[in-house]
């Protein structure tokens, strides 16, 4: 199957400092999903993205589906947004998401 | 409802056990799918529908693995002969389209399952 890796695995910041996440995948995606897992487990979508650049208010993501990467950017991080994010791919002709690790991300007051 | 809803919240049985998980997908989706995420892992194809029908399988770890979806509405994740690795997180996403060009899949808050 497709291979996704994400990095850093576990960030740490300071209350309104900058970060980027970084989702590489092993082979051509017809999907590609950015989530949040909150402290309880649920998964928020934060981006369907396969190609290109989307905004969000503080949030943002590009996916260069050419060069199999895709990266999300937090702006000005609140405690709020402590979780994990994962990256989650489909590979074209499949319908199911292939999961990366995560990176856990703690924001700090 | 708004979104993916799923039972029980939490199920704890004893090993051997034979447990249903039930999943009630965003209104009008087409596409169904579970998932299982152990604790510190990201979640792991199970099994997904279009419809009815189960159109790929192939991510059940055995047998003792099924779903239905009878009604292309509801589906249940039943497990019989229930093992203590059995353990995880069961997730349900939906999605509202057959094609390829957007499949955009939403998750419930999942099944902690907990074999004893």
């Known amino acids: 199957g497709i291979q996704v890796e994400q990095s850093p695995p576990d960030l740490i910041l300071q209350e309104g400092a900058n970060s980027t996440l970084r989702c590489n995948f092993s082979?051509?995606?017809?999907?590609l999903q950015w989530f949040h897992q909150n402290p309880w487990g649920q998964l928020i979508n934060l981006f369907y993205i396969p190609s290109g650049t989307k905004q969000n208010g503080r949030l943002s993501a590009t996916t260069v589906a050419t060069e199999r990467y895709s990266l999300l950017y937090i702006s000005s991080s609140q405690t709020t947004d402590s979780g994990v994010y994962f990256c989650a791919v489909t590979q074209t002709g499949a319908n199911n998401l292939f999961f990366g690790t995560g990176t856990r991300l703690t924001v700090i007051p | 409802g708004a979104g993916v809803s799923q039972t029980p919240s939490n199920k704890v049985t004893e090993k051997g056990k034979y447990v249903e998980l039930r999943c009630d997908p965003i209104?009008?989706?087409?596409?169904l799918y579970w998932y299982r995420q152990s604790l510190g892992q990201g979640p792991e194809f199970l099994i997904y529908f279009q419809g009815t029908g189960a159109a790929d399988d192939s991510g059940l770890p055995n047998d003792r693995f099924f779903a239905v979806r009878p009604e292309g509405s509801v589906s249940t994740l039943k497990i019989q002969r229930t093992e203590r690795g059995d353990s995880a997180v069961y997730l349900c996403?939906?999605?509202?389209?057959?094609?390829?060009?957007?499949?955009?899949?939403?998750f419930g808050p999942g099944t902690r399952l907990t074999v004893l």
């Open positions: 082979d051509s995606v017809n999907n």
């Open positions: 996403a939906s999605s509202p389209s057959r094609y390829f060009s957007y499949n955009e899949q939403f």
């Open positions: 209104s009008g989706h087409t596409a």
